[in-house]
């Protein structure tokens, strides 16, 4: 029987295509049908043993000879490349014959040539002298140009223009003329280098000089070269500035925008002095004269150009914080518009608003903290401990008596509140917040203020209500009692000492001052003041069932003596790491000039610490009322801490 047939009846339509025909597959047939049976069932292991020593003999090859692999593969690679190669060549030569045959004929006619240019040659030597002179005027232009001898080099180039005119047909010439224009070119980009480095007034005038005298720009893009190659100059003195620390990366900005953007100004005046007219006049003035108008729009373009981008840069570094020293930055931005303003570019008007979001924002994020801390000191609160420190309080009132009669400019804080740490921690806080607030403290604030006091006095509230329901399956009748007192010294105590405080932060006259304009704009004065004080009625709603009626002394007397009327004793705590000595208070007073109100007070002070001030008493003072004096920290002390002079 045939091999094939056998492999089809074995295999049917999976026999492979290479089996077809082939004499080693018929040959193995032939085999296997001579084989008997034991031979034939030891067959499939005879042939894997044989696979298995195949591939270790494979593998083994290829282990053992593996360079020799690598190295044919890259040598084969480099013949083929070789090859491609040399074939590149050669067909880049059969392209060049025929190229290569017209040089050659062409060279037969130029020999011709040579006799009569021998003639040309010999009345060239006789005129050597003055060829030379001409021939090495690129090379002296080259020389003059790099030694920053411009004058000459200015001369030179306007002797070759008139070459250019008589002999513009002469091709050598024209290469004078190439090489001359590369080195004005040199010229021209040394100038504008110089032009982006510190240079003074009279450098520029003759820098511009040279300009104009190559004829390369026209008036106004001379204007622009010149603005755009300061600008390069003011930003490297820009990028020089470090940005590590927001206020010393605004303050230095500030000043380098101050005096650098001056300098450039006064020199652009002082070098296009035809624009300087048309710089502060309307545009209608100016007439006709298109390009003293283009020139003028291009100069306060860039003005406006800086100024848009200071304040951006000044809007960042106030969103990054500049640890309570406002009024510092607010003062040298004044300044800044001022002497901006001495050219008609006065941008004062633009920094209220900036500064403003900056306080509002600062204080917002001192009254969460306040909160936070005041959250903590509740959730380890327990109203037992308010009971040892209610024994203490005739001690404290009579010593806080004794202070408040021997410094009569001095605000106490309530003794009333050393008997409750959640709430001194409180007050501590958001007198931070608001003597932080004060150094720069414009009266457009003033209902943001109130409106986030208002918030958090509100959720404040909230959490005593929620505490007390946590806590009512297991208060006694004295814990009762002293629930009821901390709601009162809550409600009759601290909400209006805030009150006082924000009075004092936003002086009367000054909020009837604002209250005159408001009614101007279509507001009742009454209802824009009463916009400024604390509600409260809503503030103490949620603790209505624990609030007593309690005698409050008015605003005019708690101003005057510090003092709220609760009909409670005070108590100490003797915790004196919520109450270390306070800083001095600090701020700052309007310009005459500055478009922005800023509550009255004394001088700021720019060494404060600049720490965290949520665990240290401060302090509120107004130049006509004094200071309000810290909590005291420890019982036995003789007397308060000093208070704070006005």
Same mark, same amino acid.
């Given at each position: 029987?045939?091999?094939?047939?056998i492999?089809?009846?074995?295999?049917?339509d999976?026999?492979?295509?290479?089996?077809?025909?082939?004499?080693?597959?018929?040959?193995?047939?032939?085999?296997?049908?001579?084989?008997?049976?034991?031979?034939?069932?030891?067959?499939?292991?005879?042939?894997?043993?044989?696979?298995?020593?195949?591939?270790?003999?494979?593998?083994?090859?290829?282990?053992?000879?593996?360079?020799?692999?690598?190295?044919?593969?890259?040598?084969?690679?480099?013949?083929?490349?070789? #090859?491609?190669? @040399? %074939?590149?060549? !050669?067909?880049? *030569?059969l392209? =060049?014959?025929?190229? $290569?045959?017209?040089?050659?004929? &062409?060279?037969?006619?130029?020999?011709?040539?040579i006799?009569?240019?021998?003639?040309?040659?010999?009345?060239?030597?006789?005129?050597?002298?003055?060829?030379?002179?001409?021939?090495?005027?690129?090379?002296?232009?080259?020389?003059?140009?790099?030694?920053?001898?411009?004058?000459?080099?200015?001369?030179?180039?306007?002797?070759?223009?008139?070459?250019?005119?008589?002999?513009?047909?002469?091709?050598?010439?024209?290469?004078?003329?190439?090489?001359?224009?590369?080195?004005?070119?040199?010229?021209?980009?040394?100038?504008?280098?110089?032009?982006?480095?510190?240079?003074?007034?009279?450098?520029?005038?003759?820098?511009?000089?040279?300009?104009?005298?190559?004829?390369? #720009?026209?008036? @106004? %893009?001379?204007? !622009?070269?010149? *603005?755009?190659? =300061?600008?390069?100059? $003011?930003?490297?003195?820009?990028? &020089?500035?470090?940005?590590?620390?927001?206020?010393?990366?605004?303050?230095?900005?500030?000043?380098?925008?101050?005096?650098?953007?001056?300098?450039?100004?006064?020199?652009y005046?002082?070098?296009?002095?035809?624009?300087?007219?048309s710089?502060?006049?309307?545009?209608?003035?100016?007439?006709?004269?298109?390009l003293?108008?283009?020139?003028?729009?291009?100069?306060?373009?860039?003005?406006?150009?800086?100024?848009?981008?200071?304040?951006?840069?000044?809007?960042?570094?106030?969103?990054?914080?500049?640890?309570?020293?406002?009024?510092?930055?607010?003062?040298?931005?004044?300044?800044?518009?001022?002497?901006?303003?001495?050219?008609?570019?006065?941008?004062?008007?633009?920094?209220?608003?900036?500064?403003?979001?900056?306080?509002?924002?600062?204080?917002?994020?001192?009254?969460?903290g306040?909160?936070?801390?005041?959250?903590?000191?509740?959730?380890?609160?327990t109203?037992?401990?308010?009971?040892?420190?209610?024994?203490?309080?005739?001690?404290?009132?009579?010593?806080?008596?004794?202070?408040?009669?021997?410094?009569?400019?001095?605000?106490?804080?309530?003794?009333?509140?050393?008997?409750?740490?959640?709430?001194?921690?409180?007050?501590?806080?958001?007198?931070?917040?608001?003597?932080?607030?004060?150094?720069?403290?414009?009266?457009a604030?003033?209902?943001?203020?109130?409106?986030?006091?208002?918030r958090?006095?509100l959720?404040?509230?909230?959490?005593?209500?929620?505490?007390?329901?946590?806590?009512?399956?297991?208060?006694?009748?004295?814990?009762?009692?002293?629930?009821?007192?901390?709601?009162?010294?809550?409600?009759?105590?601290?909400?209006?000492?805030?009150?006082?405080?924000?009075?004092?932060?936003?002086?009367?006259?000054?909020l009837?001052?604002?209250?005159?304009?408001?009614?101007?704009?279509g507001?009742?004065?009454?209802?824009?003041?009463?916009?400024?004080r604390?509600?409260?009625?809503?503030?103490?709603?949620?603790?209505?069932?624990?609030?007593?009626?309690?005698?409050?002394?008015?605003?005019?007397?708690?101003?005057?003596?510090?003092?709220?009327?609760?009909?409670?004793?005070?108590?100490?705590?003797?915790?004196?790491?919520?109450?270390?000595?306070?800083?001095?208070?600090?701020?700052?007073?309007?310009?005459?000039?500055?478009?922005?109100?800023?509550?009255?007070?004394?001088?700021?002070?720019?060494?404060?610490?600049?720490?965290?001030?949520?665990?240290?008493?401060?302090?509120?003072?107004?130049?006509?009322?004094?200071?309000?004096?810290?909590?005291?920290?420890?019982?036995?002390?003789?007397?308060?801490?000093?208070?704070?002079?006005?």
């Amino acid at each position: 029987m045939d091999p094939n047939e056998i492999l089809s009846i074995v295999f049917g339509d999976l026999l492979p295509e290479r089996w077809k025909g082939s004499d080693e597959a018929s040959s193995y047939v032939d085999d296997l049908s001579s084989l008997g049976v034991d031979k034939l069932s030891r067959e499939p292991d005879r042939l894997q043993e044989e696979k298995t020593h195949i591939v270790a003999e494979t593998r083994d090859l290829a282990f053992h000879n593996y360079k020799t692999f690598i190295e044919t593969a890259e040598c084969s690679k480099e013949v083929f490349q070789d #090859f491609q190669s @040399v %074939e590149q060549h !050669l067909d880049g *030569l059969l392209d =060049r014959l025929p190229e $290569f045959g017209k040089s050659c004929q &062409s060279l037969s006619d130029v020999a011709k040539d040579i006799n009569a240019r021998r003639r040309v040659n010999s009345l060239t030597l006789a005129r050597h002298t003055q060829l030379l002179e001409i021939l090495e005027i690129p090379q002296l232009m080259d020389t003059c140009v790099r030694n920053n001898y411009y004058e000459e080099a200015l001369e030179l180039s306007s002797y070759v223009r008139q070459l250019r005119v008589k002999y513009n047909s002469i091709s050598i010439v024209a290469d004078i003329v190439s090489e001359v224009d590369a080195c004005s070119q040199l010229m021209l980009q040394q100038l504008l280098q110089q032009l982006r480095g510190s240079i003074q007034l009279p450098a520029c005038l003759k820098i511009i000089g040279y300009l104009r005298r190559l004829e390369v #720009f026209s008036e @106004v %893009e001379l204007r !622009l070269k010149f *603005l755009q190659a =300061r600008d390069c100059w $003011f930003q490297s003195q820009v990028n &020089s500035v470090p940005s590590d620390n927001a206020y010393q990366h605004s303050s230095k900005i500030i000043e380098v925008c101050r005096v650098y953007i001056f300098d450039v100004i006064t020199q652009y005046r002082a070098v296009f002095p035809d624009d300087s007219e048309s710089m502060i006049r309307p545009l209608s003035s100016v007439g006709n004269q298109q390009l003293q108008v283009s020139a003028s729009g291009i100069f306060h373009s860039w003005l406006v150009s800086k100024i848009s981008w200071f304040l951006s840069v000044l809007r960042a570094d106030l969103k990054a914080g500049v640890s309570g020293r406002l009024d510092s930055l607010l003062g040298q931005c004044m300044y800044f518009g001022l002497s901006l303003g001495r050219i008609g570019t006065d941008f004062r008007s633009l920094l209220p608003v900036l500064f403003q979001e900056a306080a509002l924002r600062a204080f917002q994020q001192n009254v969460d903290g306040s909160m936070s801390a005041f959250r903590s000191a509740l959730s380890h609160y327990t109203l037992a401990s308010s009971a040892l420190l209610h024994a203490h309080s005739s001690l404290l009132s009579s010593t806080l008596a004794t202070s408040s009669q021997s410094d009569s400019s001095t605000i106490l804080p309530p003794n009333q509140l050393l008997e409750f740490p959640p709430l001194a921690t409180l007050s501590n806080g958001l007198m931070s917040a608001l003597n932080e607030l004060r150094p720069c403290a414009p009266l457009a604030v003033a209902p943001g203020v109130v409106e986030a006091l208002q918030r958090s006095l509100l959720s404040v509230s909230n959490s005593l209500q929620k505490y007390h329901q946590t806590e009512s399956s297991s208060i006694t009748s004295s814990e009762a009692e002293v629930f009821g007192r901390l709601c009162n010294a809550f409600a009759h105590v601290l909400v209006p000492l805030v009150q006082t405080c924000l009075e004092r932060l936003f002086p009367a006259e000054s909020l009837q001052h604002a209250a005159g304009q408001a009614a101007v704009a279509g507001l009742e004065t009454s209802d824009f003041i009463r916009a400024l004080r604390l509600d409260v009625g809503v503030i103490s709603a949620p603790l209505a069932d624990h609030l007593s009626t309690v005698e409050v002394a008015d605003a005019d007397t708690h101003g005057a003596t510090g003092t709220v009327s609760t009909g409670s004793s005070s108590s100490l705590i003797g915790d004196s790491d919520h109450f270390s000595q306070p800083q001095a208070p600090a701020a700052v007073t309007a310009e005459s000039d500055s478009p922005v109100i800023i509550a009255s007070g004394s001088d700021a002070s720019h060494d404060r610490p600049t720490e965290s001030s949520t665990e240290s008493p401060v302090v509120i003072t107004t130049a006509a009322e004094g200071a309000l004096a810290p909590m005291p920290s420890d019982p036995a002390s003789a007397g308060l801490p000093d208070a704070v002079p006005s």
